[in-house]
């Protein structure tokens, strides 16, 4: 059952980063995880701070760098199909279009998107797990199918996220906004790398952010010439399911030699993942069969699988080698 709380509809930024400040407030932007996660009582906020009506978040523009801004409630849908980001940027789109289904799509928010919680079933089932403050991980001796074959431990989740695979894959930039003391309204600047926390720095968080701050654009770079890009989902259902692998490419070729490679796997580790040693495995060649399943092989060299996720490696191996020949 929901508890009680109060509700702000926060008509401006520092509104939003004030109310914030009160115990116990979480942010609101479409609602689509949030309110799962009330409902489910993986939270139980005193207060939900609505930043729904702050349309400087809103929207896609040119930046003067050549690259562009997508606000934070850019919804998942505008993203999928706008068609600067589809020119320019074929991986992020992709990634978007793989989202849940269009409902969700239409509702969810890029910014809600690279800040959802995790999908563990213990942690969203009745399980006081360790994410949630308790002692056990409850995945190590359970069902473990769906979890972590990278950088697992003490806890095991997966990065939910499409669209943040892409965005690490893409280099991009997250603006942050919050109150003086930790960064000045304006916003601070870190890299989509630099936001996530593993569980072995934190296992209570999946990020930066402190619940005063608030994500209020992406900063993509601009491409440089002959930079290909895709991302290739496989997941259980062609209907609309979360990724159990996923394979984000962003390449650049010098005639058909790859000069610079990033390779990010989404649905195997507790954030985007980048495979560098098949990056490296790639700089200089030009991909054939031969080359593309060397750079799946070494997708997979440092996975640690349990029990009962074995199957991933094979699910990253073969969508690393086809999404590159693909790309070739
Ligand atoms: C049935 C179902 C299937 C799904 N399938 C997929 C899938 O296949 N792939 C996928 O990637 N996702 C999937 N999702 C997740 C969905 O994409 C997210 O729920 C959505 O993107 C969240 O966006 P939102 O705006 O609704 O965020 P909210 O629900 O409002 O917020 C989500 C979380 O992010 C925080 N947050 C939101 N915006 C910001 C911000 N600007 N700054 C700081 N914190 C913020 C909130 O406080 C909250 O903790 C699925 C969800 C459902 C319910
Ligand atoms: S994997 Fe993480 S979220 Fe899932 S049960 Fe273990 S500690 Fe909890």
């Known amino acids: 059952m929901m508890n009680n709380f109060a509700y702000t509809k926060a008509g401006s930024m520092a509104e939003a980063i004030k109310a914030l400040n009160t115990k116990g407030a979480c942010l609101h932007a479409g609602g689509t995880d949030l309110l799962g996660c009330i409902r489910d009582g993986i939270l139980a906020p005193s207060r939900v701070v609505s930043i729904a009506g702050l349309k400087e978040l809103k929207g896609i523009s040119a930046r003067p760098d050549g690259g562009l801004r997508i606000g934070a409630l850019t919804t998942i849908a505008e993203v999928a199909s706008s068609a600067p980001i589809r020119d ?90 919050g109150p003086a003391a930790t960064g000045p309204a304006a916003g601070k600047i870190v890299k989509i790398e630099e936001f996530f926390v593993g569980p072995d720095k934190n296992i209570l968080k999946e990020n930066i952010l402190a619940t005063n701050e608030i994500v209020t654009e992406i900063r993509l770079p601009p491409p440089a010439a002959g930079v290909r890009s895709s991302y290739r989902k496989v997941r259980a259902r062609q209907a609309w399911d979360f990724a159990l692998a996923s394979v984000a490419l962003v390449l650049q070729f010098e005639n058909q030699t790859v000069s610079r490679a990033r390779i990010v796997l989404g649905g195997t580790g507790p954030f985007p993942w980048r ?8 700089i200089g060649k030009r991909i054939d069969a031969t080359v593309a399943a060397a750079a799946g092989t070494a997708a997979i060299e440092d996975a640690s699988p349990m029990r009962d996720n074995g199957h991933k490696l094979q699910m990253v191996q073969g969508a690393v080698e086809e999404s590159l020949l693909a790309l070739a």
Do not use: M
Not at 113 to 118: A, E, L, V
Not at 275 to 282: P, T
């Open 275 to 282: 495979a560098v040693a098949a990056e490296k495995a790639l």
């Open 88 to 177: 320019k940027y074929a991986v992020l789109t992709q990634a978007a279009a793989d989202v849940a289904s269009p409902q969700l799509r239409n509702q969810g928010t890029i910014g809600g998107n690279i800040c959802q919680r995790p999908r563990c079933w213990y942690y969203r089932g009745d399980f006081p797990c360790a994410r949630k403050g308790g002692d056990l991980c409850y995945a190590v001796e359970g069902e473990n199918q769906y979890h972590a074959i990278f950088g697992g431990g003490p806890c095991f989740f997966v990065h939910p996220s499409d669209t943040a695979v892409a965005l690490v894959a893409l280099q991009a930039q997250l603006a942050i906004a």
